[in-house]
């Protein structure tokens, strides 16, 4: 303790000059390092299904569009996870199976009003899945009169009952993963490899995979085509598309994952393998 008063003292120095020195530049660069040391300890220190941060970047990057019956066109993130948890085959699922009964009269009455609404607006409901707890959802809705969709994304959700200091409901269960067909893989700023869960082993080239990176943990050609999502990721941008490996396609979403100061330190992919 007593040598990092000297150093905020010696760094409180230099930054009392007027220009800014070599000194300073080193002093940067080596709290950068240190604090990204700290940040990969920490979370491979905690798995990654169980990871609070994990949650709220994959919930808070996604987005649904449905038209006007609900019939949904386009999800990604949390929501592709509910969507393929209910097992439900794609263009052939309502986004009011998700509705809590109570709160379904109430939905299709203010979104019936608003559909030909030109602002964005906040609207709470609660939405429930049989392998996962019921959850508050506030979410951001934009009506794309023009289309006749609205535009869904997640503002704040929460667990009901007793059991919300749970920091990842439904992501906890791997074997659910696995079941449908999804992973999350978690890397890091040099695009280490910390954590992954889920169905696609077979692409790993062992399963020991700690302490490596995106390059020697995957095959050649998975780690080729998921470099773009990650890579961008780590630049802070949520992205998402669709690879093709073999006769297998999957479905990628790239999540920055940010600490309380906004700096992007990690990425989640979520996969799906949509092929079946």
Not at 188 to 210: C, H, K, M, W
Request: one cysteine or more; charged letters at 25%.
């Amino acid at each position: 303790m007593k040598k990092m008063e000297e150093i905020s003292i010696r760094i409180g120095d230099l930054m009392a000059g007027d220009e800014i020195s070599e000194e300073l530049s080193l002093y940067e660069n080596w709290l950068n390092e240190q604090l990204t040391r700290i940040r990969n300890f920490k979370q491979s220190k905690k798995p990654l299904i169980y990871n609070r941060q994990i949650f709220d970047a994959i919930c808070l990057n996604s987005v649904l569009i449905t038209s006007y019956d609900f019939n949904v066109i386009k999800s990604t993130g949390f929501f592709s996870y509910i969507f393929a948890l209910s097992k439900a085959t794609p263009f052939n699922y309502s986004f009011l199976d998700f509705i809590e009964e109570s709160h379904k009269a109430e939905f299709l009455s203010f979104f019936n009003m608003n559909q030909t609404s030109e602002f964005m607006f906040l609207y709470e409901t609660r939405i429930q899945l049989s392998e996962l707890l019921g959850f508050r959802v506030i979410f951001k809705v934009m009506p794309l009169a023009h289309k006749r969709q609205f535009l869904m994304s997640i503002k704040n959700i929460q667990a009901q009952g007793e059991n919300n200091s749970n920091p990842l409901w439904g992501f906890e269960d791997d074997e659910c993963l696995r079941r449908n067909g999804i992973s999350l893989l978690l890397f890091g700023r040099e695009y280490e490899l910390i954590d992954r869960v889920g169905a696609e082993n077979r692409l790993f080239t062992q399963n020991d995979s700690s302490l490596k990176n995106l390059f020697n943990a995957c095959i050649p050609e998975y780690a080729k085509r998921i470099y773009p999502f990650v890579n961008r990721a780590l630049k802070g941008m949520f992205n998402s598309g669709e690879i093709r490996i073999e006769e297998n396609v999957f479905d990628i979403h790239a999540f920055p994952v940010r600490d309380t100061n906004g700096f992007t330190y990690a990425t989640v992919i979520l996969t799906k393998n949509s092929t079946n």
